[in-house]
């Protein structure tokens, strides 16, 4: 009988220990900018950008989930972990197809001197700070990136920024410039272990051509105003090496992405989460081998 008990109460332990594994594993990664976990990575928005296909190729099969891409016990000694030329999948095997160097991920169409939102999604909120690196002006995608693209220090550090509508929300002042970029958001939280990783890329328009200085006679001022309204209007954009379908507008990434148990609050991390899991998961089990045993007693 107690033989029996202990080999019951070791298969309700065993089983516990692998549920912690299914669901409830699921953190953030930044949407605006479009970041590529949240344009490729599972359950992401799913853009099918042709980027998006290579890197899931390279994965061979489907990449991690979007907001899963976290190593733990780094304490902020992200150049010791996370090896050059594998900053986008933090080295993690999971989401390798990211380092891929290509121009056309998803990007975020962006202009030097703005200020750009950044929207973190976060589908289990953590606390912690952002370290947010921008690549310096010789940076090439046509090269894997490297440490030594973004500098020795981020543009922005944010510790605890606001979360709003499931997303922390931060600011960053974009200095000049041109073309492609990668905006590197670095998420150390404090509250688990873990930090997480990200690689959003950012085209940036042309600068501003200075506007002819030969004025035109005031008399044909409407034609000369249609004249050059079409052309102005399509220069710049075909100066970014992205599809127009590859530009995103941010407010619809967010809707599109599923989220998971967004609305826990910033102190419930994901091992409580897990923990509650493991406990329930163990009350259903323990009950039904109970049953059982009671069944074949009854027989
Ligand atoms: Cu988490």
Redesign the pocket.
């Known amino acids: 009988m107690i033989i029996r008990r202990l080999a019951a109460m070791a298969g309700v332990v065993t089983a516990a220990a692998l549920l912690p594994a299914l669901p409830a594993?699921?953190?953030?990664a930044p949407t605006t900018p479009i970041s590529r976990t949240a344009a490729c990575a599972s359950g992401g928005s799913d853009t099918g950008a042709a980027a998006c296909k290579a890197a899931k190729t390279a994965n061979g099969g489907a990449l991690g989930n979007f907001?899963?891409l976290?190593i733990p016990d780094v304490n902020g000694n992200d150049r010791a972990r996370v090896p050059d030329g594998k900053l986008c999948s933090g080295g993690l095997d999971a989401y390798r197809g990211l380092d891929l160097a290509r121009d056309d991920f998803p990007a975020t169409s962006v202009s030097s001197g703005q200020t750009l939102k950044v929207k973190y999604r976060a589908?289990?909120p953590?606390a912690g700070s952002f370290r947010i690196y921008l690549t310096n002006s010789g940076y090439k995608a046509t090269k894997k990136l490297a440490w030594s693209d973004l500098g020795s220090k981020p543009l922005a550090e944010v510790k605890e920024p606001a979360l709003h509508d499931g997303a922390y929300s931060m600011t960053v002042k974009l200095p000049q410039r041109t073309g492609r970029q990668i905006l590197y958001i670095v998420w150390e939280?404090s509250s688990?272990p873990?930090t997480?990783y990200s690689c959003s890329d950012l085209s940036f328009k042309a600068a501003a051509k200075p506007k002819p200085t030969t004025k035109a006679p005031a008399s044909s001022a409407p034609a000369s105003k249609k004249a050059t309204a079409s052309p102005a209007a399509a220069a710049p954009d075909t100066t970014t090496s992205a599809a127009p379908a590859a530009t995103t507008e941010p407010s619809e990434q967010a809707q599109v992405l599923t989220p998971v148990g967004d609305q826990s609050s910033a102190t419930l991390?994901?091992s409580l989460i897990a923990g509650a899991a493991v406990l329930g998961g163990g009350a259903v089990l323990w009950a039904a081998i109970g049953g059982i045993r009671r069944r074949r007693r009854q027989s």
């Not at 594993?25 to 953030?28: I, K, Q, R, S």
């Open positions: 594993a699921a953190h953030g907001d899963n976290r589908t289990i953590h939280t688990t873990d997480y991390g994901h």
